[in-house]
């Protein structure tokens, strides 16, 4: 993991001053090193890995969210978004993107810090308002999933193991793998791809088929 004397090396892409300045007294107390720059090419250019970015989403430079999420991304940084969430657009922007996650600056410094704790884990974190901007999406096309690849996807996506679904279940592990595989292919169908366990939890959260969107 990148760190910097043990702790992990967190970039803060945030150009509101005051803004910055709390987010690092509140990831400071968790052990986080936060390095802060107002737009994301000055972070990419101070070189060396970054365990997470955490990206504001209206920034003074007039870039785009996707673009940005992007070239965080191609250089191997995973991104969670932190935000005021005044633009139900932008929100929206960063729901469609490769990102683990949109937690809202008010929330509680104890959930923030653990956010970005399951981030940097790789894990991707739920919130109310991630689930309400897909919600209100409508560009994600319906996967046309049957009622038992529903309940395959929830347990899986929520982290279950294929032992453990099919025990749930009371199928086959080899059944539970072929009930993913046409999960796959039927959101890649619909411009809606999911090759990853990551993406599935995704597609899953989209279709609100886990328990924080229930």
Do not use: C
Not at 48 to 58: K, M, P, S
Not at 125 to 143: E, F, H, K, T, Y
Not at 189 to 205: C, F, H, Q, S
């Amino acid at each position: 993991m990148a760190s910097v004397g043990g702790m992990p090396r967190v970039g803060l892409i945030e150009d509101h001053r005051l803004v910055a300045l709390g987010v690092i007294e509140v990831l400071g107390g968790g052990g986080f090193h936060v390095e802060v720059a107002p737009t994301v090419r000055e972070l990419l250019d101070r070189g060396g890995e970054f365990a997470l970015a955490i990206l504001d989403l209206r920034l003074a430079d007039g870039s785009s969210v996707s673009d940005n999420v992007s070239a965080l991304r191609a250089a191997d940084i995973p991104v969670l978004v932190l935000t005021s969430g005044e633009s139900a657009d932008l929100v929206r922007e960063a729901a469609r993107s490769d990102v683990l996650g949109i937690v809202r600056k008010s929330r509680p410094e104890g959930e923030i810090r653990a956010a970005v704790a399951d981030a940097i884990a790789g894990k991707p974190v739920a919130s109310v308002d991630w689930a309400a901007a897909l919600d209100a999406d409508p560009q994600l096309a319906d996967a046309g999933l049957s009622p038992r690849e529903r309940e395959v996807l929830a347990l899986y996506a929520a982290g279950e193991k294929a032992q453990a679904v099919a025990a749930e279940m009371g199928i086959s592990t080899p059944t539970v793998a072929n009930y993913i595989t046409r999960i796959r292919h039927k959101y890649a169908a619909v411009g809606r791809p999911a090759p990853t366990k990551v993406d599935l939890y995704r597609r899953a959260a989209e279709d609100r088929l886990l328990s924080p969107w229930e």
